[in-house]
Structure formats: structure tokens, C-alpha cells
């Protein structure tokens, strides 16, 4: 059937499904007959599979909703594990019932706006709905959700610098891995790569809070806070504010005599394929220079030209850099 020939009743439909499905692959008793006929009502036509990821996106909203328990009279429940449910629920009802919307915001479950932001192929721009501007690196992805008690951005991949517009009764939150960083108004950067995450504080000040210690570490200028899964605290230390780290603004990546164990984590994350190490000799070899973040896919296989290394490939298709050994001297 085509999309043209569905009634409102039929969309619905749809869209009730997607929240079921959305719902159920996220249950802990999800069994495999139920992710079969998931895959096969995915599948079985486009829309099914455009508002099953719709729904993923509010999904991913509500798994950093407040955690600020409602009272008793606003919603019947409690078990911390169903606020996501709800959400996608709630969400369901929207158009329909104008009265559950404004029932969520005023509890502080769902947002008045939601907002989506990607940069594939290039730097980009962009001002958010309370007026904050961020950059973000090519490769970044976030959504930022506007709740009445404060303002969410999720960094899901890459890097982004913000200048957060300030507002001390409606504090700005970043999520990233497995932690956070809260804020009024200031200017910062936040890079995230697999589960690293490195905060790098300009102006102002922001609490960086941790999902598994309570607590949080307070930075100021000039400061800047590392985490990765595994973590008890983030490593604080200084740094220049003219670090090579953030020359990414302005299209460049600088790599500082790093070693490339710690080099190749800022390469990597303008690749497709990320580069392995093939041992840790092979990470400690060091590297420099400046590069044009377009085209990183030139350097790897340049490496071999200016480093004693050579590249072989793994059984996923990465490349892997191995050190070439030295020889033993004669006599």
C-alpha cells in the first residue's frame, strides 16, 4: 500500500505500534519471538520504520528526563524504570490531547521543544531554542530539549563549544558518556570519543557530575576535566587557552608531539574506519604537525612515509599501525 492511500485512523495505528515496539525492546523480558515479529512489522513498510526511529528520538529525551519524583497527584506511579515509558506514551498522545502536554511540562517529564543537530560533512553553527550558540566539529552529533525546570543537550558523538546563554534559574545541562556538565552561563568545550569525555572550561564556571559517585567537581578558566567509563572522579588539570585542542574552530587539527596512543583517538574521530595500535611500543612512537580536518582520510596512509611504521589490516577492516623494529647494531 502506499503512504498516500492511509487514513488518520491508519497513521495512528502506526504510530501506536512504533511506541509498543519502542517500548517492548527496551523491557527486560523482551523475548526473541517478539524482536522477530518486530523485524518483520519494521520491514514490512518505509513508515514503520520512519516513526519507529521517531520514536527512538524520544526515547533517547526521556532516558535523561529530571528524576525529580512528581507527587502522587499528578501521576499514579513511582518505579524509576517507567518514566521513559511514559514519555514515549505521553508523546503518542500529544496531538490529541493538547492537556497532556502541558501536564508534562508542568511536572517536568517532557519538553516544549525538542531540537536535533548533526554535522556530517562539515563545520557547523547553530543557535539553539533559549538563544546559547554552539559549534560543532564535523562528525558531532546532539539534541538539545527545553524542560521548565532546565535546559538538556545530549552530545552523542564528537565535539561541540558552546557559549550557553545565561539564565540562573533554568540551568544548562550537557550530557556526555557517563557523566555531565552543568552550568548558568559560560563558554566551554565539551569532546566526546567512544567513552572518553574531556570538558575544557573558557569563561565562567560548570559542575562536572559523575552518573556513579555523587557529587560534583567544579571547574574554572583555564581548567579542564577528562572522564571514561570506569572512572571514580574526572582528572582536573590546567590548560592554555590557546591550546592546540581547540584549533578544530577553525578547521585544523594540530597534533603536539603526542604520542599515538594519544593521537589516534583525535584522528579517529573523523574516520569512518578507526586506526588500531598493534601493540603498545607501536603507541608510544610520537607524531606532529598541523592537518585540515577535511582531510584526515590523507593521513593515514602517509604514516608510514614519516614514522617508522607500517599498516596492515585487522579482520574488521581497520587499519592497524605496527612499529617496525630496530635492528640490532653489528658487532
Request: proline share 6%; net charge negative.
Amino acid at each position: 500500500m502506499s503512504e498516500k492511500s492511509l487514513s488518520e485512523a491508519e497513521y495512528d495505528a502506526i504510530t501506536d505500534a512504533a511506541a509498543h515496539w519502542c517500548m517492548r525492546l527496551h523491557a527486560g523480558d523482551c523475548t526473541a519471538i517478539e524482536r522477530q515479529a518486530f523485524e518483520q512489522w519494521h520491514d514490512a513498510h518505509p513508515l514503520h520504520a520512519f516513526e519507529y526511529a521517531a520514536m527512538l528520538e524520544i526515547w533517547d529525551v526521556a532516558d535523561h528526563l529530571p528524576r525529580t519524583e512528581p507527587t502522587p497527584t499528578v501521576v499514579p506511579f513511582k518505579p524509576r524504570r517507567r518514566w521513559r515509558t511514559y514519555a514515549v506514551a505521553a508523546a503518542v498522545c500529544l496531538a490529541a490531547l493538547p492537556l497532556a502536554a502541558f501536564t508534562g511540562w508542568e511536572a517536568g517529564w517532557l519538553p516544549s521543544s525538542y531540537e536535533h543537530f548533526e554535522a556530517a560533512n562539515g563545520l557547523r553553527k547553530v543557535t539553539l531554542g533559549d538563544g546559547s550558540q554552539v559549534e560543532l566539529n564535523l562528525g558531532t552529533e546532539l539534541v538539545y530539549s527545553n524542560y521548565k525546570d532546565q535546559r538538556r543537550v545530549t552530545l552523542k558523538k564528537g565535539e561541540a563549544f558552546f557559549k550557553v546563554a545565561h539564565d540562573s534559574t533554568h540551568p544548562f545541562i550537557v550530557r556526555a558518556g557517563e557523566g555531565q556538565v552543568r552550568v548558568t552561563g559560560t563558554q566551554f568545550n565539551v569532546w566526546k570519543y567512544e567513552d572518553q569525555v574531556r570538558v575544557m572550561l573558557l569563561e565562567g564556571s560548570v559542575q562536572i557530575a559523575s552518573d556513579t559517585v555523587h557529587g560534583s567537581v567544579p571547574l574554572t578558566p583555564g581548567m579542564q576535566a577528562s572522564y571514561q567509563h570506569g572512572d571514580a572522579t574526572p582528572r582536573v588539570n590546567a590548560f592554555n587557552p590557546n591550546d592546540s585542542a581547540l584549533a578544530w574552530r577553525q578547521g585544523k587539527l594540530v597534533l603536539d608531539n603526542l604520542a599515538l596512543a594519544d593521537a589516534l583517538p583525535l584522528i579517529n574521530r573523523y574516520l569512518n574506519k578507526p586506526v588500531m595500535l598493534a601493540d603498545a611500543s607501536t603507541g608510544a612512537i610520537r607524531i606532529g604537525g598541523i592537518y585540515n580536518i577535511n582531510e584526515v582520510n590523507n593521513l593515514v596512509p602517509s604514516l608510514p612515509k614519516v614514522l617508522p611504521v607500517y599498516l596492515t589490516q585487522n579482520l574488521d577492516g581497520n587499519p592497524v599501525l605496527n612499529s617496525i623494529p630496530r635492528k640490532a647494531p653489528k658487532g
